[in-house]
């Protein structure tokens, strides 16, 4: 795992000293992704400088080092990531007589391309990546993104240059690079928590999607083209399954998993895995121990707040399967000690509140290995998500009422303050079975009034998925871009409604939200994580198979669990899922408030201009006296003004 940024200055006009200069600012940037070493390549001559930084996972000898040149001289790249398959492809082209000087999945990428073609390769490829590569008899840059999106590569021109880097960070330090906020962009951030899609806060900048590449030519206009596409074969099979018998599913799926574990279990330094003793992290490190001859190291980590403590859970997984386990208990202050370091871990606003925990697993993994592996992506692939569910059935009753009916029903839980729907909640409790009651009934009843006027199935999806459900009413000035969450052709292509939901996620919530989120975290402190349920040949099969093996019986992920429990006892991972979450509203109402008052200071906010000033104060108070828990909401602004605070002054 490594971090890749450059340049291509088409004007051409700056020395080979003053390229290697200003490239080592742009790599020392992003030195946490790679402290073990440094390398530049630059070519004055066309203006084109790449990158590198390593943290050196295989082939720790020179022969490793990047950037790397092919041994017919025509490819120079600069790779972040692994290519899994790495193996089978050296097999194969040395079977065509191509010779190797070294052990690096690197050096096969570049063989390849001298074999196949740069276009015919990268399809060929398994594993998670980002990709520039100089093609100097062609003179052309070609940028990559592996196809779910676990690797960054962002990119733009700015003067006579087109930038890129893994980070944002790396842009920064060029001087032609200047950051200027996009409001539109600001307001998807707003209703999501996350910047969407291609989109980037910066205009002029973009996020190279999932499954694509670009091609960069001088005088010629940047083309983006896909060589993988999760839509063509979701519509393909999300639409009537003959499906295969269910114990043969399931042992494909445990054959399929294994191997995609033991790819990821290749490393030439210390090996581990985050553990928090749910489905999908149990699932892995049983795959891995059944894989390895000694005991795997796990970690977990753990809060006294028993809402929000997995510890236990992921401890009695460990014990059972015999893995060397490490647990951490954080204190509030040491997670709350996480929250200033958030805006230079995460150089675009973010505020997924997880991604404490997240940065603290990996802090805690990282004093012990270099690699980890993680069952993230196991929810939006195999049906995991309690939202689908209760979406499903929401729209199932909601449609039987006329919508003007749904509307005034809404209407009327608005009028009654959230607070007072409380109090009554609280003598009525006495009466109510006890898989019923909830708290904070008042927020549950306008979140619920909220979804009441939706218009179809998936426009109560997005307003389910929106945090801020006006973002126009909050940013000032700004105008929304579109989604593919509202793309009105997508109950043809994919007419079941829960699958539709699994497939928005797997295209935007998974690669803009919960991989950045383990992205930066574990690049934060030089660690490389690997997702083996993120196997482009895992997803593809989990979309074979009909909906019944992944929900059932009003639990998702079936198939997952009847391979897990292959390995681990029913009764150590059939429990609720419980989260990866802090106490936020509580934070925010106690030991955060002075913070959060700093940021939402109201004539801060007017002087900035971002924001509706009134609006958040509004939602700020009513979050503190307690009638509504607006933590999320809250979130969403404070990390873009802390944010704000770090990268725009």
Known sequence: MCGITGYFNLAANQTQDQMHHLLEQMTNQIRHRGPDDAGVWVDPGVGVALGFRRLAILDLSPNGH???????????????GEVYNFRDLRAELEQAGREFRGTSDTEVILAACSQWGVEATIPRLWGMFGIALWDRAEQTLYLVRDRLGKKPVYYGRFGSSYLFGSELKALHAHPEFAGEVDRNVLAAYTRFGYIPEHHCIFTGVAKLKPGHLAILRANEPVRVRPYWQARKFVEHAANGHAGIPEAEAVDELDTLLRDAVGRRMISDVPLGALLSGGIDSSTV????????????????????EAAYNEAVAAKAVAQHLGTDHTEL??????????????????????????????????QLARRSVTVSLSGDGGDEVFSGYSGYQIAANAWSRLRL???????????????????????LYAKLQPIVPSRYRRKMMGDQLYKLARVFGAADADALHHQIVSIWKSPEQLVLQAREPETPLLDPR??????????????????????????????????????????PLLDHRVVEFAWTLPFSYKQREGKGKWILREVLHKYVPRELVDRPKMGFGVPIDIWLRGPLREWAESLLDEQQL??????????????????????????????IILMFQAWKAKWMN
């Open 285 to 304: 490190v049983a795959l891995m121990q059944a894989q390895s001859p000694r005991p795997i190291k796990t970690f977990s980590i753990g809060f006294e």
């Open 606 to 635: 007017r002087q900035d201009g971002f924001f509706n000033p009134a609006l958040v104060r509004s939602v700020w108070n009513e979050h503190l006296q307690g009638s509504l828990n607006h933590q999320h909401r809250l979130w």
């Open 401 to 423: 009422l006329p919508r003007p009916a749904r509307r005034l029903a809404a209407g009327s839980i608005q009028k009654v303050p959230a607070d007072r729907w409380d109090n």
């Open 490 to 531: 997508l109950p043809e292509l994919i007419p079941h409604f829960t699958n539709r939901m699994m497939y928005l996620d797997l295209i935007t919530y998974l690669p803009d939200d919960i991989l950045v989120k383990v992205d930066r975290a574990s690049m934060g402190v030089s660690l490389e994580a690997r997702c």
């Open 329 to 362: 208990y954080v204190t509030p202050d040491e997670a709350r000690g996480v929250i200033p370091q958030l805006p230079d871990l995460y150089d675009e606003p973010f505020a997924d509140s997880s991604q404490i925990p997240t940065f603290l697993v990996c």
């Open 66 to 80: 990047q950037p790397m040149a092919s041994a017919d001289g025509r490819y120079v790249i600069v790779f972040n």
